[in-house]
């Protein structure tokens, strides 16, 4: 039985099409949609997609820093996700209602 | 008392008075107001006094009391001390300012008492004494100017005393205005003497004044004295910058008294009687001097004739007077423009009193016309006029006698004189007794033009007091400087005045015989006969005789309307310095301020708003159009790195 390695049967442009795919997605997400917490998942998707190529480069290029990388972003979009969600309950403790457009009291 | 103290409590008590006065201004207290002001000037008043005596004690090389207060300014070499001097000259000029000053302070409790703006005025009247006496006492030109200035703002603030008439305040302006033309050329003067003999202290300049004479035009000396007299025309109200002082009879009457025939008008005389030795050195300026206050003399006297307003013939006949001391101080006699001086500041201030006095009387009417027959109105007020008369049109042994006579001769005998200057000197007399005499006929003698709704009185006692002791000062005033002719003739009377200021006044190169007394009685008779001849005339054409006025201006014609209007000097300015002057303002405003100035800016402006509106129209607050220009930019330039 021929050894079956899944990095080799699966190959690198896979993840980077699914990388891509994810991506665009969660682009799509944050310029499209209107709802705050639905905008915060979005950007969450753009980062993992990130995450997933980051991955996958270092393990085909056998290079551990793509890995390390990945740390920092989960723990930025940790920090990111607080404040976003912060800003969502007091949007919505102001308005009733989470929707974007709400942001737009903020400009000068 | 030591002098610094006296001269700190003679400077300092006006400004006192103006301050307690200054704080309460809104309050109608006459009395509080007016013994607070005269309570004031009394006091510098018997210091003056005080110090006058410690000068005569002293012995004649001493006779200098100074007071140096600290230091003022010191940059590098240039240093300029708050010091004050009283001396020879000095302290003649303390002693009218504080004395008369305090008669017309008093004169004013009695004129302004139904004024609401009393307390101001006694303000304003303070401050202006306080500012005269720093011009006197300073022993700098630059204090002599820090007075020099106050005095302009004082006047100003006196004529446009009752500002809310719009005419009145024009009148206010124009004497600062004029002024100022007179002090700008006051600075170049300064900063010519400080830029050759490296000093403006005026003692050191005087001693520093060249002891040769310049003969070019250009020299620092001749150019310096006639930059400073130039700001004197200004002060003192000489050809050309005379105009400011008839209209400024828009002022209260005693403020007329004090400032515009007193004491502030003769400050451009102190001036040069006190830098003498620098203006000896130049005799070109003098000879200047000299000319430009006999046309003004002759000048301002024509004009005196065919006014009706009882203060504008006052006006031109103090701007006359000026003439004569600056005539006299032209031609190098130094004393004798002093005692006019200080003969004039009575009998002017005097005779100013004397027409606010009527004024009061008539119920604020000024139009001599509306007059006549006053005489057995107002005795007193009448009696001290006439002494004010006697005074001014040289009636021998009257006080202006004397002085008016010793100018007349220096200008004949003086080595800076001539006989012109003496014909000018005699026609200005002339027409003084001929317009002064008809001021007296057309007021007080004749017949009565008074309009019925009118009934005048005699003024109160506080008025009338201050009168009677100008008038005795009027007639015997001119005894402490009796020329020596006529000292030598009634018994050896000798000349106090001229000993008095003569360790102070340098004397001038004699050149060519001396003249003889056999000629000064001669001059002397002359002008007199001439005067009274002219003064009888006045007295004959005017008392009793209805419709003289008319019948004059007919028979002078064109002549009498130029005079009448002034010569149309006032006019000319207007037309050929003030209009122009305005229309070129205008014009650069227009072109340069605002097509150029502003258009640029305002181009420049909307640029930066436009830009600045561009900007703002991508800042919506919309995040995800933020997040889709960030999309576009990151899309943008991918483009560019891979198609590269």
């Known amino acids: 039985m021929p050894e079956t390695n899944i990095f080799t049967t699966i190959g690198l442009e896979h993840y980077l099409v699914l990388s891509a795919v994810i991506f665009s997605m969660g682009m799509a997400g944050v310029l499209l949609r209107r709802n705050l917490i639905v905008l915060l998942m979005s950007v969450e998707l753009m980062l993992n997609a990130v995450n997933i190529s980051f991955v996958a480069f270092s393990k085909y290029n056998n290079n551990i820093e793509g890995q390390i990388m990945v740390f920092f972003v989960m723990t930025i979009a940790a920090a990111e996700a607080a404040v976003g969600l912060a800003l969502a309950v007091s949007i919505f403790k102001r308005f009733k209602e989470v929707n974007i457009r709400f942001f737009e009291h903020l400009k000068g | ?644």
């Open chain 2, 1 to 644: 008392m030591s002098h610094e103290a006296l001269i700190a409590i003679l400077l300092l008590s006006p400004l006192v008075g103006f301050i307690l006065n200054g704080v309460r201004f809104r309050s109608s207290n006459y009395i509080l107001a007016g013994s607070i002001a005269t309570g004031a000037v009394f006091v510098s008043f018997i210091c003056s006094v005080m110090l006058m005596i410690d000068l005569i004690n002293a012995p004649v090389d001493q006779r200098r009391l100074a007071a140096n207060f600290f230091e003022w300014i010191a940059v590098g070499g240039f240093k300029v001390n708050a010091g004050f001097v009283v001396d020879q000259i000095s302290s003649i000029m303390i002693l009218i300012i504080t004395g008369v000053g305090s008669l017309i302070h008093l004169f004013s409790i009695g004129y302004m008492h139904h004024d609401k703006g009393v307390t101001k005025y006694f303000a304003y009247l303070n401050l202006f004494i306080f500012n005269m006496l720093i011009l006197v006492l300073g022993d700098s030109l630059l204090t002599m100017f820090v007075g020099w200035e106050g005095v302009g703002l004082c006047s100003y603030l006196l004529i446009g005393f009752w500002f809310s008439d719009s005419a009145k305040a024009a009148a206010g302006m124009k004497a600062f205005i004029t002024n100022r033309i007179g002090d700008a050329a006051f600075i170049i003067g300064m900063f010519i003497l400080f830029f050759s003999f490296g000093t403006l202290n005026m003692f050191e300049l005087n001693a520093l004044a060249p002891t040769t004479v310049e003969a070019s035009w250009m020299g620092a000396a001749t150019l310096g004295t006639l930059m400073l007299f130039i700001g004197a025309t200004g002060k003192s109200a000489q050809v050309p910058l005379y105009v400011w002082l008839p209209d400024a009879m828009a002022g209260p009457t005693p403020v007329s008294a004090l400032i515009h025939a007193a004491t502030m008008v003769t400050a451009g005389v102190y001036m040069i009687v006190r830098l003498n030795p620098m203006f000896v050195a130049a005799p070109n300026t003098m000879m200047v001097i000299a000319i430009v206050g006999a046309v003004t003399a002759v000048m301002a006297a024509t004009i005196g004739l065919t006014q009706f307003d009882i203060k504008k013939v006052l006006a031109y006949s103090t701007v006359s007077q000026l003439g004569y001391m600056f005539l006299a101080v032209g031609v190098g006699a130094f004393g004798a423009g002093m005692m006019h001086l200080m003969t004039h500041a009575f009998f002017k201030a005097l005779m100013f009193l004397g027409s606010g006095s009527v004024i009061h009387a008539m119920h604020e009417e000024q139009d001599i016309r509306k007059m006549g027959g006053l005489k057995k109105y107002l005795p007193i007020t009448h009696f001290t006029f006439l002494m004010g008369w006697l005074a001014i049109i040289g009636f021998p042994l009257f006080s202006g006698f004397f002085s008016k006579d010793e100018i007349l001769w220096q200008a004949y005998a003086s080595p800076r004189g001539s006989v012109f200057l003496w014909i000018a000197g005699v026609a200005g007399a002339l027409l003084t007794a001929f317009y002064m005499t008809r001021l007296m006929a057309l007021t007080f003698w004749g017949g009565s033009r008074v309009p019925k709704s009118v009934h005048p009185h005699e003024s109160p006692a506080i008025m009338t007091i201050p009168l009677i002791i100008l008038a005795i000062l009027s007639v015997i005033g001119g005894f402490i400087g009796v020329p020596h002719v006529i000292g030598e003739y009634l018994g050896h009377i000798p000349n106090y005045w001229a000993d008095w200021l003569d360790p102070l006044i340098r004397k001038l190169p004699e050149t060519g015989a001396p003249h003889t007394a056999a000629e000064e009685w001669g001059l002397m008779a002359t002008s007199v006969s001439l005067a009274l001849i002219s003064a009888f005339t006045a007295y004959r054409i005017y008392t009793n005789n209805k419709g003289t006025n008319e019948q004059i201006a007919k028979a002078f014609g064109p002549v009498y309307n130029f005079v009448n209007n002034k010569y149309f000097v006032d006019e000319a300015y207007f037309a050929g310095i003030i209009n122009p002057l305005v229309k070129q303002s205008q014009n650069l405003w227009m072109y340069i301020d605002v097509n150029f100035i502003d258009k640029t800016t305002h181009v420049i402006s909307d640029m930066t708003k436009g830009a600045g509106s561009l900007a703002r129209s991508f800042q919506t607050g919309n995040m995800q159009q933020y997040a889709m220009y960030i999309g576009l930019g990151v899309v943008v330039v991918l483009t560019f790195v891979l198609m590269r």
